[in-house]
């Protein structure tokens, strides 16, 4: 173990150190300070004699003369074992409760390795999550990652937490996990997360990396990665099914923000670093269904855009990588609706493996399509009301003024508690589209409407029974 | 060429600096003692500065460097198709076994082409015979659907030669040339940097037919033309290059995907295998090689994976065929020349991007091209470019997109809020052009009909005219304008939901054929001719949009038998005739 105490420059989460040898890139550090404080760091950049170590933590009270570092001969590892199922640690992999140490089964290199896409399984297992804007209209599955696009003050926390509580694969009992990783957020949101996950007993089968946003900001660099570590290993190596909540990514961004800023890198756009987009991918990427695994990983990172700005380098990088994205939506969170998603600009890219007979209905890509098609058709038409008034418009588009009104009061909101199955989503659907002219109902076949659209003059009761 | 041994002095992410004396850039290095891949792109003094295409966690200082005094080459001979490679043209298949894993492993050495297979080689040229570089020597039937031609790579007299079963590495021949003999193998190296000589290049008169109906009827790409598809993320990119993949008319494709989604190339990698070519029944797969480079592995082999792929592309043309190459996307390519540039700090151009951002997009889609290839035998082949790009926040004005929108020929343009409306192929056809219009006129008239082009441009005014209608339509209401707009706004409707959309995962409409598209368009156009005339002689639109035949219309994307259009254009007359009474 080599030690040094030549550091020569200490500025923001960064420190140099001169006349080192034998270190390698990436290597973790432990830092001793004069006060006998220790604290742990990760070499970024070394050659000729320097080495320039990243802090996980507060550089203050570290010194040129009297500190001590030393090189560990390794690279950042988590050790991992099924023990952590219930536990919370901190964002360096600390224990946070007062439990004892876990001992671990192995020990892995947190930055992970890339999956061979050869060795991919295609993601193709509903999953229900009892939200009827998300399972009818931007359907999630295994070994997926979807973020939410959210906005400061919305409710996504409540919604990332009502998806880790209702979501399941239909007819199928299944050692499930859920891995946590909060970044940078507050004490009082942390507290909600874990009230919420003891009382519904979620926390037996969760692990907790809390990051909280008086932490150190350079420690949240660690942070996914440590839950994603985790994840692989219960997924792939014990075969669980793991849901993995990311919250929230755009402190993550600003600390890779703060971080590149400290080293002097040229900046990409608005400051952020030109690598973000790999970076991100680094972390995104570790999701899916791979062969000769039951298990999986499914991702659904939360991001606050700011300003509601879906082009921000943020989130514009996020949606590059992942597989579409959940948008909330300031409009509907105004008018009292929850969860204020708005279907429109929401996507999963991989509805389409996910649904259909056998997996969740017949009719469920025709009901999706039309009611997508029709809301957005509705929601045009509410502007040009607004400026025409609704008398002139057409008898036909006063129904999809209609259509559009009673998609949000009945299709997107439901409770917090409203665990819907897919069936009671696509009926709900069906009794919105009976509101239309049939031969408008150009995008689900014939047979369907047939089998499964109430006859107008009903319309506006209460929802039919879900179909056999 | 003598092994350069040297060592390393600095480790910066995936940018190494290494003593090493008398390197040449570009020559391709080993690493470490994990023996990473890597590139010189960088000489100073003594130093080297190496682009690592693997993780270089865990390396220091003073570990070893050895060039191997190559530059960067594809293994090119008979098994790249069907091939799933990485950015250097690793199989993934091998990484796999490898890596005994699905992760994998750093420092994996696996040949691109299987060095144990045996192909049944067929020489065609005798003892004797004289060749040129980039002639045919013999043939192996490669897949069902392909012959692999094997090439000379030197010019010379034949002074040996043998059919039956070779290795690619075998001798199957030599051939000498001033006194010096070269042997013959099924398998040669190129330089991905360097483009493959040809001896013309010329102006592309055919048409690519993609099956899909706006590229076709409105934007079609030249066979051996180049084309972007910019958009956001949403917009069905991925999808559109897919779909171009899957149905064009092209005998060989070669897809990159630069810096994507892992599960959209599983996706790829699944589905071409099912995928039947309709014309011969065969998988698509044995047209098709494959370089899947994700976002999330190393930035360098991101890098380089295009030029990996454009040669493999260069080297089917080479043969004489007609080559298509995707690259998904090309945006991903432009941040790794970024983030590599950063890294050896370099004095950025717009954005970040290096300053020679625009020379490289410009080679690249230079070397596209419909050529006469090298040969003594006159033999034609093309390759047409197909580049994805993913603009920031969907907004073009970017250095990758407008350096990209300066060296192509066909824009097609994606537009999130017509897939907001699940309008797909979300193609917007105001902002959407092609120069290649002129070029293919004469092919679309011989092959498909003389007044394709007069009905082309017709529809395309009258999309025009419903974009400034809808401006009105958004102040006063429809209703406030007269009978003959609302008509066109009716049968702009038709155009767009009819027959611009088209739906990617119907059996019958995945892939349209031009003749259907022509008859497709002009029972559209044929009926907004009967609206026209029928509003003249007064009768109330309320009435033409009653006509059971509308439905027909909408319905026509599902026709398989082009006679029952016959049947269409009849009832659209008597329809009309009874109006009119």
């Given at each position: 173990?080599?030690e040094?105490?030549?550091?020569?420059e200490?500025a923001?989460?960064?420190v140099?150190?001169?006349?080192?040898s034998?270190?390698?890139?990436n290597?973790?550090?432990e830092?001793?300070?004069?006060s006998?404080?220790?604290?742990k760091?990760?070499?970024?950049?070394?050659g000729r004699?320097?080495a320039?170590?990243?802090?996980?933590?507060p550089t203050?009270?570290?010194?040129?003369s009297?500190?001590?570092?030393?090189?560990?001969?390794e690279?950042m590892?988590l050790?991992?074992?099924t023990?952590m199922l219930?536990?919370?640690?901190?964002?360096?992999?600390?224990?946070?409760?007062?439990?004892?140490r876990?001992?671990?089964k192995?020990k892995?290199?947190i930055?992970g390795?890339p999956?061979?896409?050869?060795?991919r399984e295609?993601?193709?297992?509903?999953?229900?999550t009892g939200?009827?804007?998300?399972d009818?209209?931007?359907t999630l599955?295994?070994?997926?990652?979807?973020?939410?696009?959210?906005g400061?003050?919305?409710?996504?926390?409540?919604?990332?937490v009502?998806?880790a509580?209702?979501?399941?694969?239909?007819?199928k009992?299944?050692?499930?996990?859920v891995?946590f990783?909060a970044?940078?957020i507050?004490?009082?949101?942390?507290?909600f997360?874990m009230r919420d996950f003891?009382?519904?007993g979620?926390?037996e089968n969760a692990v907790?990396?809390?990051?909280?946003?008086?932490?150190?900001?350079?420690?949240?660099?660690?942070t996914?990665r440590?839950?994603?570590?985790?994840a692989?290993?219960?997924a792939?190596e014990?075969?669980?099914h793991?849901?993995?909540?990311?919250?929230?990514?755009?402190?993550?961004?600003e600390?890779?923000?703060?971080?590149?800023?400290?080293r002097?890198?040229?900046?990409?756009r608005?400051?952020?670093?030109?690598?973000m987009?790999?970076d991100?991918?680094t972390i995104?990427?570790?999701?899916?269904?791979?062969?000769?695994?039951?298990?999986?990983?499914?991702?659904i990172?939360?991001l606050?855009?700011?300003?509601?700005?879906?082009t921000?380098?943020?989130?514009?990088l996020?949606g590059y990588i992942t597989?579409?994205?959940i948008?909330?939506?300031?409009d509907?969170?105004?008018?009292?609706?929850?969860?204020?998603i708005?279907p429109?600009?929401?996507?999963?890219?991989?509805?389409?493996?996910g649904?259909?007979?056998?997996?969740t209905?017949?009719?469920?890509?025709g009901?999706?399509?039309?009611?997508?098609?029709?809301?957005?058709?509705?929601r045009?038409l509410?502007s040009?009301?607004?400026?025409?008034?609704?008398?002139?418009?057409?008898?036909s588009?006063?129904?999809?003024?209609r259509?559009?009104?009673?998609?949000e009061?009945?299709?997107?909101?439901?409770?917090?508690y409203?665990?819907?199955?897919i069936?009671?989503?696509?009926?709900?659907?069906?009794?919105?589209m009976s509101?239309?002219?049939?031969?408008?109902?150009?995008?689900?076949?014939?047979?369907?409407?047939?089998?499964?659209l109430?006859?107008?003059?009903?319309?506006?009761e209460?929802?039919?029974?879900?179909k056999? | 060429m003598a092994?350069?041994?040297?060592r390393?002095e600095?480790?910066?992410?995936?940018v190494?600096?290494a003593?090493?004396?008398?390197?040449?850039?570009?020559?391709?290095v080993?690493?470490g003692?994990?023996g990473?891949?890597g590139e010189i792109?960088?000489?100073?003094?003594?130093?080297?500065?190496?682009?690592?295409?693997e993780d270089t966690?865990?390396?220091?200082?003073?570990?070893?460097v050895?060039?191997?005094?190559?530059?960067?080459?594809v293994?090119l001979g008979?098994g790249i198709?069907?091939?799933?490679y990485?950015?250097?043209?690793?199989?993934?298949?091998?990484?796999?076994?490898?890596?005994?894993?699905?992760?994998?492993?750093?420092?994996?050495?696996?040949?691109?082409?299987?060095?144990k297979?045996?192909?049944?080689?067929?020489?065609?040229?005798?003892?004797?015979?004289?060749v040129?570089?980039?002639?045919i020597?013999?043939?192996?039937?490669?897949?069902?659907?392909?012959?692999?031609?094997?090439?000379?790579?030197?010019d010379?007299k034949?002074?040996?030669?043998?059919?039956?079963?070779f290795?690619v590495?075998?001798?199957?021949?030599?051939?000498?040339?001033e006194?010096?003999k070269y042997?013959?193998m099924?398998?040669?190296r190129?330089?991905?940097r360097k483009?493959?000589?040809?001896?013309?290049?010329?102006p592309?008169t055919?048409?690519?037919v993609?099956?899909q109906?706006?590229i076709?009827t409105?934007?079609?790409?030249?066979?051996?033309?180049?084309?972007c598809?910019?958009?956001?993320?949403g917009?069905g990119?991925t999808?559109?290059q897919?779909?171009?993949?899957?149905?064009?008319?092209?005998?060989i494709?070669v897809?990159?995907?630069c810096?994507?989604?892992?599960?959209?190339?599983?996706?790829?990698?699944?589905?071409?295998?099912?995928?039947?070519d309709?014309?011969?029944?065969?998988?698509?797969?044995?047209?098709t090689?494959?370089i899947?480079n994700?976002?999330?592995?190393?930035?360098?082999a991101?890098?380089?994976?295009?030029?990996t792929?454009?040669?493999?592309?260069?080297?089917?043309?080479?043969?004489g065929?007609?080559?298509a190459?995707?690259?998904?996307?090309?945006?991903?390519?432009?941040?790794?020349?970024?983030?590599?540039g950063?890294?050896?700090?370099?004095?950025?151009?717009?954005e970040?991007y290096?300053?020679?951002?625009?020379?490289?997009?410009?080679?690249?889609?230079?070397?596209a091209?419909?050529?006469?290839c090298?040969a003594t035998d006159?033999r034609y082949g093309?390759?047409t470019i197909?580049?994805?790009?993913?603009?920031?926040?969907?907004?073009?004005?970017?250095?990758?997109?407008?350096?990209?929108?300066?060296v192509?020929?066909?824009?097609?343009a994606?537009?999130?809020?017509?897939?907001?409306?699940?309008?797909?192929?979300?193609?917007n056809?105001?902002k959407?052009?092609?120069?290649?219009?002129?070029?293919?006129e004469?092919?679309?008239?011989?092959?498909?009909?003389t007044d394709?082009?007069?009905?082309t441009k017709?529809a395309m005014?009258?999309?025009?005219k419903?974009?400034?209608?809808q401006e009105v339509?958004?102040?006063?209401?429809?209703?406030a304008?007269?009978?003959k707009?609302?008509?066109v706004?009716m049968?702009t409707?038709?155009?767009?939901?009819d027959?611009?959309?088209?739906?990617?995962?119907?059996?019958?409409?995945?892939?349209?054929?031009?003749?259907?598209?022509?008859?497709m368009?002009?029972a559209i156009?044929?009926?907004?001719?009967?609206?026209?005339?029928a509003?003249d002689?007064?009768v109330?639109l309320?009435?033409?949009?009653?006509?059971?035949v509308?439905?027909?219309?909408?319905r026509m994307?599902?026709?398989?038998?082009?006679?029952?259009?016959?049947?269409i254009?009849?009832?659209?007359?008597?329809g009309?005739e009874?109006?009119?009474?």
């Open positions: 173990m080599k040094y105490k030549t550091i020569t200490i923001g989460p960064l140099t150190v001169s006349d080192v034998g270190v390698g890139y290597e973790i550090v830092i001793m300070l004069p006998g404080e220790r604290r760091g990760q070499v970024l950049d070394v004699g320097i320039v170590v990243q802090v996980f933590g203050s009270g570290i010194s040129t009297q500190t001590t570092v030393k090189f560990l001969g690279t590892r050790g991992l074992s023990e219930g536990r919370a640690f901190t964002g360096l992999g600390e224990p946070r409760d007062k439990g004892p876990v001992i671990p192995e892995v290199d930055n390795l999956i061979n896409p050869y060795s295609m993601p193709n297992e509903f999953i229900q939200i009827s804007n998300i009818g209209m931007n599955v295994r070994g997926q990652k979807l973020p939410i696009f959210s400061a003050g919305l409710p996504h926390n409540q919604l990332s009502q998806i509580r209702q979501a399941k694969v239909r007819g009992e299944e050692k499930f996990a891995v990783a970044i940078g507050t004490h009082e949101e942390s507290s997360f003891e009382k519904t979620a926390l907790l990396f809390l990051n909280l946003a008086d932490d150190p900001s350079v420690e949240r660099i660690i996914p440590l839950a994603l570590t985790t692989e290993y219960l792939y014990q075969g669980m793991v849901l993995v909540l990311i919250t929230d990514m755009t402190n993550y961004c600390a890779l923000r703060e971080i590149s800023s400290a002097q890198e040229v900046p990409g608005r400051g952020y670093p030109g690598y987009y790999t991100l991918s995104y990427e570790r999701a899916g269904r791979v062969k000769g695994s039951q298990g999986s990983v499914t991702q990172p939360v606050t855009m700011p300003g509601d700005d879906k921000h380098p943020i989130a514009d996020t597989e579409g994205q948008l909330l939506s300031r509907l969170h105004r008018k009292n609706i929850y969860p204020p708005d429109l600009p929401s996507l999963s890219r991989l509805m389409n493996s649904i259909g007979p056998g997996k209905r017949e009719d469920h890509k009901v999706s399509d039309q009611l997508y098609a029709a809301y957005a058709n509705g045009d509410r040009l009301s607004a400026v025409v008034g609704e008398e002139a418009l057409t008898p588009d006063r129904k999809f003024l259509f559009a009104d009673d998609f009061k009945k299709f997107t909101q439901q409770g917090y409203e665990n819907r199955d069936e009671t989503t696509l009926s709900i659907g069906w009794d919105l509101i239309l002219p049939e031969d408008e109902l150009k995008r689900v076949k014939r047979e369907y409407i047939a089998k499964y109430k006859k107008p003059g009903k319309e506006g209460k929802p039919a029974e879900a056999k | 092994k350069e041994q040297g390393i600095r480790i910066s992410g995936p190494v600096e003593f090493l004396p008398d390197a040449r850039l570009y020559d391709v080993r690493v003692d994990a990473l891949l792109i960088k000489i100073v003094g003594t130093t080297s500065v190496v682009q690592v295409y966690s865990g390396l220091k200082p003073g570990e070893k050895v060039s191997t005094g190559q530059p960067l080459s293994e008979p198709l069907t091939g799933i990485d950015g250097i043209q690793r199989p993934l298949k091998v990484i796999e076994e490898k890596s005994k894993g699905v992760f994998i492993a750093r420092g994996i050495e696996a040949p691109a082409l299987d060095r297979k045996k192909w049944a080689f067929k020489a065609t040229v005798k003892k004797g015979d004289k040129k570089a980039g002639d020597v013999g043939t192996v039937k490669e897949t069902e659907l392909i012959e692999h031609r094997i090439m000379s790579p030197y010379g034949v002074d040996a030669i043998k059919s039956g079963d290795t590495e075998d001798e199957v021949g030599s051939v000498s040339h006194g010096k042997p013959l099924l398998m040669q190129w330089n991905v483009s493959r000589p040809v001896i013309e290049k010329f592309p055919v048409p690519l993609t099956g109906r706006i076709d409105f934007f079609p790409i030249a066979k051996g033309g180049t084309a598809i910019p958009g956001p993320f917009s990119k999808v559109t897919q779909s171009l993949a899957k149905y064009s008319d092209t005998q494709v897809y990159i995907g810096g994507e989604r892992g599960n959209e190339m599983t996706d790829v990698l699944k589905e071409f295998p099912h995928l039947i309709p014309k011969s029944g065969r998988p698509l797969m044995e047209r090689v494959l899947a994700t976002s999330n592995m190393p930035v360098a991101r890098e380089a994976s295009v030029y792929g454009v040669t493999i592309a260069e080297y089917f043309r080479d043969m065929y007609d080559v190459l995707m690259a998904d996307s090309t945006s991903r390519w432009a941040e790794a020349m970024r983030e590599i950063g890294r050896l700090e370099e004095m950025p151009g717009e970040g290096p300053a020679y951002l625009a020379r490289r997009l410009a080679e690249f889609y230079e070397r091209g419909r050529v006469r090298l006159e093309s390759v197909i580049g994805a790009v993913s603009p920031p926040g969907g907004d073009i004005s970017e250095p990758v997109s407008q350096n990209t929108l300066r192509t020929k066909v824009f097609l994606l537009d999130a809020s017509l897939a907001y409306r699940r309008h797909f192929p979300a193609i056809w105001l959407s052009y092609t120069l290649y219009t002129d070029s293919l004469e092919w679309f008239g011989e092959n498909v009909s394709f082009g007069k009905l017709a005014s009258m999309l025009q419903e974009a400034e209608l339509v958004q102040l006063v209401g429809p209703d304008l007269p009978e707009e609302q008509a706004l049968v409707r038709m155009l767009r939901e027959y611009l959309q088209q739906n990617a995962y119907s059996d019958v409409d995945a892939r349209c054929e031009v003749k259907k598209q022509y008859l368009l002009r156009m044929k009926f907004w001719e009967h609206v026209s005339n509003l002689t007064g109330q309320k009435k033409i949009s009653e006509l059971p509308r439905t027909k219309i909408g994307k599902e026709i398989k038998d082009l006679k029952e259009f016959d049947a254009n009849k009832e659209m007359d008597m009309f009874a109006v009119r009474k």
